[in-house]
């Protein structure tokens, strides 16, 4: 079974950076990809950004330029390094694993990120 665990949420300036990170344990399976969503309060989870196993990314127009998306398959672990937050980037920041080609998804249980001054 597929777990995925997050960290390095927290409370930041607006103009400041923090590293998400999520870490996979169980079968990592190919092809797949693996990446981050975010959820406001009283709005619907969306994209942020997402990595594919053969370094393909996507990412959301609201954060391009901000934060980079990465991956160490060997630790089956992503990263989201996101700089010059902003306070609408304030979420619960969620990742997600799109496993094998079946497609099964997984996700995190979230961190909470503010952008507060």
């Known amino acids: 079974q597929v777990q995925l665990v997050e960290s390095g949420g927290g409370l930041v300036q607006p103009g400041g950076s923090l590293r998400l990170s999520c870490a996979a344990s169980g079968s990592i399976l190919s092809p797949n990809t693996m990446g981050w969503y975010r959820q406001a309060p009283e709005k619907q989870r969306e994209l942020v950004a997402l990595?594919?196993?053969?370094?393909?990314?996507n990412y959301s127009d609201s954060v391009k330029g901000r934060f980079t998306i990465s991956r160490d398959n060997a630790k089956k672990t992503v990263y989201l390094q996101m700089n010059s937050l902003k306070p609408e980037d304030t979420a619960v920041y969620y990742c997600?694993?799109?496993?094998?080609?079946?497609?099964?998804?997984?996700w995190g249980q979230g961190t909470q990120v503010t952008v507060s001054s």
């Open positions: 997600k694993l799109v496993n094998g080609i079946y497609r099964y998804d997984y």
């Open positions: 990595m594919t196993n053969t370094d393909s990314t």
